[in-house]
Structure formats: C-alpha cells, structure tokens
C-alpha cells in the first residue's frame, strides 16, 4: 500500500486540470504541462483535489501509483509556481553573463562557453559567480541545470568548478612533501 499515493494533491486556484484519457494537462499562471499517466493507474479530479488511485490490484498498478502521484503533484507546482536551481561558480577568474538568448561563462578554458537558453527555461545571473536555472518543467530545470554544471564539475582539491548552490564539495588533502 502506497503511503505517498494515498494522499490527493491539492490543485491551488488559478491552475485547471484536465483528465482526458491516459493524458493529464494542467494550465496555470507559468504556462501549460501535459503528462501521460500510466494505464494501470487512474487520477479522478473533484473539490480541488486530483485523488491517484492503481486501475486493479496488480503489483504494477501498486508500484506506480506513488511515482503518477508526484509526477501530478510537479506538474501542478510547476505551472503554478515554478521550479528554480541555483548554481555558484568556484574559481579565480570564473564568471558567467547572459547575453540575449545566450550564457556565456568563462571557466578557465581557453575559450568561453556558450551555452544556448532553451525558450522554456529562465536563466538569471544576479551575480557573476551565480546562475539561477528557473522554469515549469521540473525536470527540464533540473536537466539545463545539470548540463551547464557539466562543463566544469567542482573538483575535490581546490574546489573550483560549477556546483549546486546547496551542494557540499568533499575536500581531498593534496600530496605531500
């Protein structure tokens, strides 16, 4: 019994759910997301509640029914209030700018790197040595966030690099004499 599926999920004034089919769409204030559901399990809207159940008894309708109640509930927070990540760049000379559609970073190459905004996704650098990846889509934050820390990982010694702003570097001891 899935304790996670159990609970329905809220659905906030200003967002409207659709159910048709095995298609969810949910619009709201962000935008329009849309999600297809598994078929063994069943989403029923009603009094602002979206409520998750498994279609049989199945042990795959059971699995999936937690996992379709999160993949709902991000797709309503993602429409209503947006996901964001945020990056800090380690590093003497290390720095990042948006030009237009673009994000330039200087890290330490011989060349910048360009990164291209995808039209989905919001990028702000407050300051040059912090990025903020926001959108709707979780996991397309999460995904332009991962990629763009992906051109310079932080590196255990000094500890130069893209991290997450959240994110703890384990620091290794250098050699010795």
């Given at each position: 019994m899935s304790r996670v599926g159990k609970n329905p999920v809220a659905i906030p004034n200003?967002?409207?759910?659709?159910?048709?089919?095995?298609?969810?769409?949910?619009?709201?204030?962000?935008?329009?997301?849309?999600?297809s559901i598994n078929p063994e399990v069943a989403i029923a809207v009603a009094d602002g509640k979206a409520?998750?159940?498994?279609?049989?008894?199945?042990?795959?309708?059971?699995?999936?029914?937690?996992?379709?109640r999160n993949r709902l509930l991000a797709l309503v927070r993602g429409v209503s209030e947006g996901y964001t990540r945020s990056l800090e760049i380690n590093g003497v000379g290390y720095r990042a700018a948006v030009q237009g559609k673009t994000l330039t970073m200087q890290l330490g190459y011989s060349?910048?790197?360009?990164?291209?905004?995808?039209?989905?996704?919001?990028?702000?650098?407050e300051r040059p040595t912090a990025?903020?990846?926001?959108?709707?889509d979780k996991q397309r934050v999460g995904e332009v966030a991962a990629k763009i820390r992906s051109y310079r990982p932080p590196e255990p010694y000094k500890g130069k690099g893209i991290k997450y702003a959240e994110e703890t570097i384990l620091r290794k001891e250098g050699k010795k004499k």
């Open positions: 200003g967002v409207d759910l659709q159910v048709a089919g095995q298609t969810v769409t949910a619009k709201g204030k962000l935008g329009q997301l849309s999600m409520v998750v159940q498994p279609a049989n008894d199945s042990q795959r309708a059971r699995t999936q029914w937690g996992t379709a060349h910048d790197v360009i990164f291209p905004i995808p039209d989905d996704i919001k990028i702000v650098c990025i903020q990846v926001s959108g709707a």
